[in-house]
């Protein structure tokens, strides 16, 4: 199963776009990448999926470059509500889906 | 349509207890799959159910075990509880469980072990 690697913590201003990359090197042919989200005491919720090059959703883009060994989650103008724990999944089917450690965006006024 | 329902919200045990958690997924999603989470270990999969039989499992003892019903509908079950076990438990549905569909998370039963 791909392992991936997110940065622990982000900080950003309401307003700004931020964008976290995620890095998955063993991913295979048939795996996507999938992006949740996380509040405090909520279950994560689904923000984006995609295979390759770019996907755009309205909260959201995702960009995943030809090797596919990383992806970068772009979220425009963030707002307060934005804060929250970033998980980026690789999945393949009927597989049990692993869940890194996210990563943990704060958004300041 | 309505979302992912998990009961109880709020669960108090004491060790050596056993509980049951209970899991509807969105209508039409055959696809159940049960997680733990807590501060130290993160999001942990327990299991996935598919059409009343466990497709996958996670890396956690038997005393935690789960099962589906013929309208999708899951449970899972904790026995001997002990301290560790308490965490935000997360019950998430899809539609077939392959790579493409999206995951839907209810709200996550809070057990608390004493």
């Known amino acids: 199963l791909a392992k991936t690697t997110q940065p622990i913590s982000m900080d950003s201003y309401e307003g700004q776009e931020v964008n976290i990359t995620c890095s998955h090197n063993n991913i295979a042919t048939n795996d996507y990448i999938t992006w949740y989200q996380q509040f405090p005491s909520q279950g994560p919720r689904f923000i984006i999926q995609g295979y390759k090059t770019k996907v755009t959703n309205e909260v959201a883009s995702l960009f995943i470059p030809a090797d596919r060994k990383s992806s970068t989650l772009s979220l425009p103008r963030v707002s307060l509500s934005d804060t929250a724990v970033y998980y980026c999944l690789v999945a393949r089917p009927a597989s049990k889906i692993i869940f890194g450690s996210g990563t943990r965006l704060s958004i300041r006024p | 349509k309505a979302g992912v329902t998990q009961t109880p919200r709020y669960l108090i045990k004491t060790r050596g207890q056993q509980v049951t958690l209970s899991c509807s997924p969105i209508s039409g999603h055959r696809s159940v799959s049960w997680y733990q989470q807590t501060p130290g270990q993160g999001l942990q999969f327990l299991f996935e159910y598919f059409s009343e039989t466990q497709r996958n499992k996670g890396n956690f003892p038997g005393r935690f075990s789960g099962r589906q019903f013929s309208n999708s509908r899951s449970e899972m079950n904790v026995s001997t509880l002990e301290l560790g076990d308490s965490a935000l438990y997360l019950c998430?549905?899809?539609?077939?469980?392959?790579?493409?569909?999206?995951?839907?998370f209810g709200p996550g039963t809070r057990l608390t072990v004493l």
């Open positions: 998430a549905s899809s539609l077939l469980g392959q790579r493409t569909d999206t995951q839907y």
